[in-house]
């Protein structure tokens, strides 16, 4: 017999020990958008089979017609840790006692040598869907954060050219600065996304994980030309690995 859409939902599911509330949970659907899926009553839309396909560990190719293998091959991604990519069109597709939309800056920073500052950071309309079970892991507030995008290679490998960083806008002194973690600055007219430290005489050492880049090392007598922007949270990256 010929398996559809719901047999396989549900073959996964059972594989995975997953009830229809995790489904809601990873997915963002209403309960009667899941239970149609369940029942085949119908079957995931566009906007929904790149989570579910996510959420289930499989493809949407598999999930959607049974072409290839119902598991993700992960051999590539051994020690990469991954969240599910949520697939939304509008805020309202989104449960908001589930998932809260992080804004994002449409201004890059630079993983390099810098970018110079032409104009206030603008807000786009749409931004990063993230679960709030995340948000209360990171121990952040909401309306502290935003995502930026970077361009660069300094930051390489953990934070990739082409990524988007969320940033806690909140931390935005050097006396926050705890030393060896990562910051959006503005240095003079220039955005950077660095690694910070202070030093003993009070001096701000910059630093960049790809071991290309040279340490900056910025004099206390200089640090009015520093300003922080926010903390790094985390990063998602688009391209190719």
């Excluded at 209403?30 to 079957?43: E, K, L, P, Q, V």
């Excluded at 396909?53 to 991604?77: E, F, I, N, R």
């Excluded at 709030?132 to 995502?147: F, Q």
């Amino acid at each position: 017999m010929q398996q559809t859409v719901s047999d396989r939902i549900r073959l996964r599911m059972s594989e995975l020990g997953m009830n229809q509330a995790d489904l809601m949970r990873l997915t963002g659907a209403a309960r009667g958008t899941i239970s149609g899926w369940f029942n085949g009553s119908n079957s995931p839309s566009a906007k929904h089979i790149g989570a579910l396909s996510t959420a289930l560990k499989t493809t949407p190719q598999w999930l959607l017609d049974g072409a290839g293998s119902p598991t993700q091959d992960d051999s590539q991604l051994e020690g990469v840790k991954c969240k599910p990519v949520l697939a939304w069109e509008a805020p309202e597709d989104l449960d908001p006692n589930v998932y809260v939309i992080i804004p994002h800056v449409d201004v890059k920073f630079s993983a390099g040598n810098g970018h110079i500052v032409e104009f206030e950071p603008a807000r786009q309309e749409l931004g990063t869907a993230q679960l709030l079970d995340w948000i209360h892991k990171k121990r952040v507030s909401p309306k502290n954060l935003i995502t930026v995008d970077i361009d660069g290679d300094s930051m390489e490998p953990r934070i990739p050219n082409g990524s988007v960083v969320t940033l806690d806008k909140s931390i935005n002194t050097l006396q926050q600065i705890q030393s060896g973690r990562v910051y959006a600055i503005r240095y003079g007219n220039e955005l950077k996304i660095k690694r910070l430290s202070l030093r003993y005489d009070g001096a701000l050492i910059i630093d960049s994980d790809n071991p290309a880049y040279e340490r900056e090392i910025v004099d206390p007598d200089q640090l009015e030309h520093i300003s922080v922007i926010g903390k790094y949270i985390s990063h998602s990256y688009d391209g190719e690995i």
